[in-house]
């Protein structure tokens, strides 16, 4: 198959207007190479954080689709007053080797089957460099952060809404008393109505927190029960198996969504542990002692791992150099 070929399918199966024939010859297409999966992924990315035509303004990215995009102009016709960069993004998506095509949805999702129970999963992950947003079967929204996870079972929606994760994950939860929405991590359990919050659990971090925007939410650990009002962080200590709450600024937590990081004493080791899963890199450190060093700031989608390292370095002491995907920190 010729990549003009893959491509008018591609356009063709984005557009809904694909025989079952093409989307055959879409998926075979994928399965072949990780090149081929990862376009998906950088472009669903992009449009998740709302600055597609920002990020290929002038790109040659921008070039080639405006070009492809002319080469199926009677494809494009049938759809009306639609800016095709749109179209394309609204239904890329993370594909992996083995999916079954679902059509009408946000995400492709992974459906296996547990090994002990008779039912299926669906399960969605980000990797490194990666952030996705999903619609759950309710109509919940969540935006997965890099290097996270969400689960659920086959009878979600049924009686209740139970999901599992791991990383970091907004939600837009859609309201349904009847239905309890729950979000467990592996040391808690959080109760939801209709509410917007962020959830950061991740293993190989000491705090689990979580940030509620708006809405209610009740947290469970062990027989302790917490009731968490708007604005405030809850963080749990997984060291001493504690529970403590302030008020914060909600944005600092939850714009990661659109690409920023933003960060309020934060030592340079939790800093560290970020900018390894956003740039898909890792760091060394050489001076021990600079990772309890404390920042404040913010960062754009647009700045550099360079940029930031930069600015970092005016307000501390530190050395580095890069080399390839490792910095190293003197």
Not at 74 to 97: D, G, M
Request: with cysteine; aromatic share 12%; hydrophobic share 35%.
């Amino acid at each position: 198959m010729t990549e003009e070929n893959i491509h008018i399918i591609i356009v063709k199966y984005l557009t809904k207007s694909a025989s079952m024939e093409e989307e055959k010859e879409l998926l075979t297409w994928l399965s072949q190479s990780e090149d081929h999966r990862s376009l998906f992924r950088s472009l669903k990315d992009a449009y998740d954080l709302g600055q597609f035509e920002n990020h290929l303004n002038g790109s040659e990215t921008a070039k080639e689709w405006e070009k492809l995009l002319r080469q199926i102009k009677p494809v494009a016709k049938t759809t009306r007053a639609i800016n095709p960069f749109r179209v394309l993004l609204r239904y890329a998506a993370i594909f992996v080797l083995g999916l079954m095509c679902m059509k009408a949805v946000d995400i492709y999702f992974i459906k296996k089957q547990s090994a002990t129970v008779n039912e299926f999963v669906t399960q969605v992950e980000t990797g490194k460099s990666e952030r996705s947003k999903v619609t759950l079967p309710d109509g919940t929204v969540v935006w997965l952060n890099a290097c996270s996870a969400i689960s659920y079972n086959q009878d979600f929606g049924k009686k209740t809404r139970r999901i599992n994760m791991k990383g970091e994950l907004f939600f837009e939860v859609r309201k349904d008393f009847s239905k309890p929405f729950l979000v467990c991590t592996d040391n808690l359990t959080y109760h939801v109505t209709g509410t917007s919050f962020n959830v950061y659990s991740f293993d190989n971090d000491n705090i689990e927190s979580l940030v509620l925007v708006d809405g209610a939410v009740t947290l469970e650990f062990g027989n302790h029960r917490t009731e968490v009002k708007p604005g405030e962080i809850v963080e749990f200590d997984k060291t001493v198996r504690k529970l403590s709450s302030q008020q914060t600024n909600t944005a600092i937590h939850t714009n990661w969504r659109f690409g920023d990081l933003m960060f309020e004493r934060m030592t340079f080791e939790e800093l560290a542990k970020r900018l390894e899963r956003n740039f898909n890199i890792t760091f060394v450190f050489e001076n021990e002692k600079v990772k309890k060093e404390s920042f404040g700031g913010t960062f754009r989608h647009y700045d550099s791992l360079e940029t930031i390292l930069k600015v970092i370095s005016i307000s501390t002491p530190i050395k580095y150099r890069i080399e390839k995907d490792t910095v190293y920190i003197k």
